[in-house]
């Protein structure tokens, strides 16, 4: 059997390969293709580690700074039913319980890494906790290092650093205990109206034993210096925020900040494979319908700390965070047919 699928595995990464050199492809067509090939390959490298049994049950990281309290494991699978959410903090006390208050009844596990705040986030955390999670699902800790911000900062910090977002990103997810993780941030409310749906789809994928990579959109709502919010109707996205607790669903270092790398992605199936010998199928990268959460931008507050100075600009989503808070500031956000008054009720649990 392992020879079988040892020769499977090594036939189709060859052919694939053959195939590309063959291809008559140039510019982004060639880099389409290649990557497309790149994940097939990738994905029949874990299908056959699977097969075969060699994965180890773990891959463990160290950082170059020798600061072994801040090495970890990420585990090949977790058993553990449920969805843990894993939350990158910093000064984010404006948004922090509103933050907690929409997904406490959502995730069996919240896993909240404050990032050497100097404002009330750690304390109201705390609070929160106190206050309303009786069944002891935040779970919080410190990472505390100053963080190489996005740009050109993040591109000369090894991607082993503890100073680098990659790194850091990796390490909430080896706190993680659930089989589910979710990638959340500190200033995302999760929508009401969509829990039945987030609920149902969990258990589908849960009954089914499958793991993989799944995409949430999410809608961008401003709050101007009067405090009113709009809600933006072209700032829409998505990002690979849901997939199972695995080290073969890791960030990577990209050009400006980390990205999820996972063979899980890119491929164009609902389930890739199955077999008798392996208990799981897997169930490749699907989208909720859109948007399953918002996201809180304040006029009041530095949206763009996190980016090297002058540099926020250099992707699609942050110039048009940009333009927006410029409509803000000129006080034409109330004239703009992209933008329409939402009421703060839609948005907040009630806490």
């Known amino acids: 059997m392992n020879s079988s699928a ?3 595995s090594t036939k189709i990464i060859r052919r694939l390969n053959q195939l590309l050199k063959l291809l008559p492809l140039s510019g982004k067509s060639k880099y389409f ?14 299908k056959f580690l699977l097969l075969t049994r060699k994965a180890p049950l773990e891959i463990c990281f160290e950082n170059i700074e020798g600061l072994t309290d801040f090495n970890f494991c990420i585990p090949l699978r977790s058993d553990k039913k449920g969805i843990s959410a894993f939350i990158r903090a910093k000064n984010e006390e404006d948004k922090i319980h509103k933050c907690l208050m929409s ?19 750690i304390h109201l955390a705390y609070r ?14 410190s990472y505390p290092f100053e963080m190489a911000r996005f740009g050109s900062e993040y591109k000369e910090v090894p991607e082993n650093s503890i100073r680098n977002f990659t790194y850091f990103s990796n390490y909430a997810i080896s706190l993680c205990t659930h089989r589910f993780v979710c990638k959340w941030d500190a200033d995302m409310l999760f929508k009401q109206s969509k829990l039945s749906e987030f609920r149902d789809f969990y258990q589908k994928v849960d009954n089914a034993n499958s793991d993989g990579v799944w995409n949430l959109y999410g809608q ?28 073969f669903n890791i960030y990577k270092k990209g050009k400006y900040f980390e990205i999820l790398e996972s063979p899980y992605l890119n491929l164009d199936f609902d389930v890739l494979w199955r077999n008798r010998d392996v208990a799981r199928p897997f169930v490749m990268r699907k989208s909720f319908s859109r948007p399953m959460f918002y996201e809180l931008k304040f006029f009041s507050s530095d949206e763009f700390s996190h980016w090297t100075p002058s540099e ?40």
């Open 220 to 247: 961008t709502v401003y709050r101007d210096s009067f405090d009113n919010f709009w809600l933006s109707q072209k700032e829409v996205y998505y990002e690979p925020r849901f997939f199972s607790l695995s080290y």
């Open 103 to 121: 997904i406490i009844d959502v995730f069996d596990e919240i896993v909240l890494v404050d990032n050497n705040s100097n404002d009330n986030t």
């Open 128 to 141: 929160f906790k106190e206050k309303y999670d009786s069944d002891n699902k935040l779970k919080i800790f």
């Open 6 to 8: 040892d020769r499977a």
């Open 33 to 46: 293709v290649k990557n497309l090939f790149k994940k097939i390959i990738d994905y029949s490298e874990l």
């Open 312 to 351: 926020s600009s250099h992707t699609p989503r942050k110039r048009k965070e940009l333009e927006t808070f410029q409509l803000i500031a000129t006080g034409n956000i109330q004239s703009s047919a992209l933008h329409s008054p939402i009421p703060e009720s839609l948005l907040f649990v009630d806490s």
